[in-house]
């Protein structure tokens, strides 16, 4: 039987270690520059070629980035999947073609298994989209409303993967929202009643139905 010795933990892996439960707790929020490579060599006690790596480190995993002349910043509060850096770096249209395959199928199920307590949750989320009074509070409220619809088809792997989805979808949502309505004032009304048609044929358990109104949501997009 070959079996490899079990090593210490490196000093840059701890250092690295320490440097993203800093940034996850929320010492630097997303988007903040993050000390200088002798700063933060100091304030984790290494050396500055350790700090150095343990930087390079979370970069690597998606947590930083650096920009040329300005220095590091904080890209996310947890490691990125390389699934999520795939959607960062694609094309709007191939994302919103693999959202539509999961989500007209989200629906189905969603009629077909929801519960009290989801037909409550997208109710409120439906009010809550139709309430919205500036633009970042629509985007915030559609995404929830899509999660609720997602989280209603109780599969857990369908759920994980539109998770994965949703910084890059709430990313670029505002962009979309304004580049249809330019081209097309009524689609606004004809989402929201399409949005409207979706959870009502969920709450009625009728999986054609809200597979139609999910397809309508997406038509809406194109």
Do not use: C
Request: net charge negative; no cysteine.
């Amino acid at each position: 039987m070959a079996v490899r010795q079990v090593k210490q933990q490196s000093l840059v892996q701890k250092a690295a270690d320490e440097l993203a439960r800093l940034i996850g707790d929320g010492e630097w929020p997303v988007g903040t520059k993050i000390p200088n490579e002798q700063d933060l060599s100091t304030l984790l006690g290494v050396g500055r070629s350790t700090g150095r790596e343990a930087v390079r480190a979370l970069i690597a995993s998606g947590q930083l980035y650096s920009h040329q002349g300005s220095g590091t910043y904080v890209m996310s509060s947890t490691p990125v999947t390389e699934l999520e850096r795939e959607l960062k770096r694609s094309d709007r249209r191939e994302v919103y073609e693999v959202r539509r395959l999961l989500e007209v199928e989200a629906g189905r199920l969603a009629a077909m298994r929801r519960t009290s307590a989801d037909v409550d949750l997208l109710r409120a989320a439906l009010e809550a989209r139709e309430n919205a009074s500036t633009p970042t509070e629509f985007v915030d409220a559609d995404m929830e409303l899509h999660r609720a619809v997602v989280n209603a088809a109780h599969n857990s792997v369908l759920s994980m993967v539109f998770d994965s989805f949703i910084e890059t979808l709430r990313n670029s949502a505002l962009d979309v929202i304004t580049d249809v309505t330019a081209r097309n004032p009524q689609s606004i009304d004809d989402e929201a009643a399409a949005h409207r048609d979706l959870v009502e044929a969920i709450v009625a358990g009728d999986a054609d139905a809200a597979s139609a109104a999910t397809r309508r949501n997406m038509d809406g997009l194109d």
